[in-house]
T-cell receptor, first 112, second 110 residues
Framework: NAGVTQTPKFQVLKTGQSMTLQCAQD?????MYWYRQDPGMGLRLIYY???????DKGEVPDGYNVSRLKKQNFLLGLESAAPSQTSVYFC???????????FGPGTRLTVL | SQQGEEDPQALSIQEGENATMNCSYK?????LQWYRQNSGRGLVHLIL?????REKHSGRLRVTLDTSKKSSSLLITASRAADTASYFC??????????FGKGTKLTVNP
């Protein structure tokens, strides 16, 4: 089992460009999450999805959109990238019963 | 907003010594979890302790929870160089969302 996978691993964008970060999990988890990690800030929740077809805002959703059309996939979109969105993005999935979350390897995004 | 705050921010010890990290939080919780992050990698779940538990062990890890003080501690015994990583506490407030602290950076010197 691959667990949680993320693509791409690295990305450089120019201000104003758009892109989609992809996340896939093969553990049949209902819940999926997108976080960003900035130096000295820990992880902050951007969006989460409690089940296929549902999404909710987290702590820092502005400038992002998400899509959960399939249970195993959770997409994070940047509509118009800004330098403030330079960060490492982590996707995670988890089962409701255990409470534990499983993380992907991350995507390092730089916006110039 | 950060729910958990780890202390210290950084800790440097010698191999074989014990490492203790603390986490304080602000509101009532359903459970508290500890995660490890090696440099440049994703987080890995270490241990979960529920609000009605006071202590839990997993291998060389010992976690305590004091809900009256809203605090938790993670003890790593007989540390190894491979334990060098950042450690995060995360609180679950029954909303299926975790709120992470800023982490403790542990360095274990050989």
């Amino acid at each position: 089992n691959a667990g949680v996978t993320q693509t791409p691993k690295f990305q450089v964008l120019k201000t104003g460009q758009s892109m989609t970060l992809q996340c896939a999990q093969d553990m049949n988890h209902n819940s999926m999450y997108w976080y960003r990690q900035d130096p000295g800030m820990g992880l902050r929740l951007i969006y989460y999805s409690a089940s296929e077809g549902t999404t909710d805002k987290g702590e820092v959703p502005d400038g992002y959109n998400v899509s959960r059309l399939k249970k195993q996939n959770f997409l994070l979109g940047l509509e118009s990238a800004a330098p403030s969105q330079t960060s490492v993005y982590f996707c995670a999935s988890g089962g409701r019963e255990s409470g534990e979350q499983f993380f992907g390897p991350g995507t390092r995004l730089t916006v110039l | 907003s950060q729910q958990g705050e780890e202390d210290p921010q950084a800790l440097s010890i010698q191999e074989g010594e014990n490492a203790t990290m603390n986490c304080s939080y602000k509101t009532s919780i359903n459970n508290l979890q500890w995660y490890r992050q090696n440099s440049g990698r994703g987080l890995v779940h270490l241990i979960l302790i529920r609000s009605n538990e006071r202590e839990k062990h997993s291998g060389r890890l010992r976690v305590t929870l004091d809900t009256s003080k809203k605090s938790s501690s993670l003890l790593i015994t007989a540390s190894r160089a491979a334990d060098t990583a950042s450690y995060f506490c995360a609180t679950d407030r029954r909303e299926e969302k975790l709120v992470f602290g800023k982490g403790t950076k542990l360095t274990v010197n050989p």
